[in-house]
């Protein structure tokens, strides 16, 4: 059965655009994305339910569900599996490692949202190809992407860094160097002559 509705979109998601809006139904019942407005939202997608690898992001995501709460940031995951195995395998989960999976799951057994998103090649007759990461702001811009392939798990340390690091620059005015993490100085961005001196030295070094 297939309760997926999204709208595709005519070019490949890219940082900035807006995040389509979808319902769908989920281990907490029906969602929509829109329904995440004004708040952050993780939104990531795994290739199936009870494989590894998503087992141990699923534990690790359940257990830092209050630090993404306390920057109020919401998860949202995704499979291709029907909405019968996600509560299947989000009960084996609890009776296996005694977690609690605090967010809602949706199903996408018709990959319309995997497409949609770019999680899935348009001519992929499976999954396989899903383990993609959108932090989406509050206005339902997506601000961030990253792509993991099926032999690696997330670093969900990462995601909380990423969601702190772009709340803590979004007015434009700071800069987040590399290995950032929260409380730490912020970088001024580079002003017009500074930038101008930069481009003048990186042509005459090319």
């Known amino acids: 059965m297939n309760d997926v509705s999204i709208r ?5 998601l890219r940082m900035g655009d807006a995040a389509p809006d979808f319902e769908a139904r989920s281990t907490q019942g029906p969602v929509r994305l829109s329904d995440f407005k004004g708040r952050w939202l993780v939104f990531f997608s795994h290739p199936a339910d009870f494989t590894p690898v998503c087992t141990t992001e699923f534990v690790a995501l359940a257990k830092a ?3 993404f709460a306390a920057l109020d940031c919401a998860l949202l995951g995704l499979s291709v599996d029907s909405l019968y195995a996600h509560l299947a395998w989000t009960r084996a989960i609890r009776e296996l490692f005694s977690v609690e999976i605090p967010f809602p799951v949706i199903e996408d057994p018709s990959m319309l949202v995997g497409r949609a998103y770019g999680m899935i090649d348009e001519a992929a007759e499976s999954s396989a190809g899903v383990r993609a990461t959108y932090v989406i702001d509050p206005e339902g811009v997506i601000r961030a992407i990253t792509h993991y392939p099926l032999t690696i798990g997330r670093s969900v340390e990462e995601m909380l860094r990423m969601v702190a690091a772009l709340q803590a620059t ?3 005015e ?3 160097p590399a290995d950032w993490q ?3 100085p912020l970088l001024q961005p580079a002003d017009e002559k500074a930038q101008n001196e930069a481009d003048w030295f990186c042509r ?3």
């Not at 595709?8 to 490949?12: G, N, T």
């Open 182 to 184: 929260p409380g730490q």
């Open 65 to 67: 569900h209050d630090s």
């Open 170 to 172: 979004n007015s434009g």
């Open 174 to 176: 700071k800069l987040a």
């Open 204 to 206: 005459r070094e090319g």
């Open 8 to 12: 595709i979109p005519a070019a490949a």
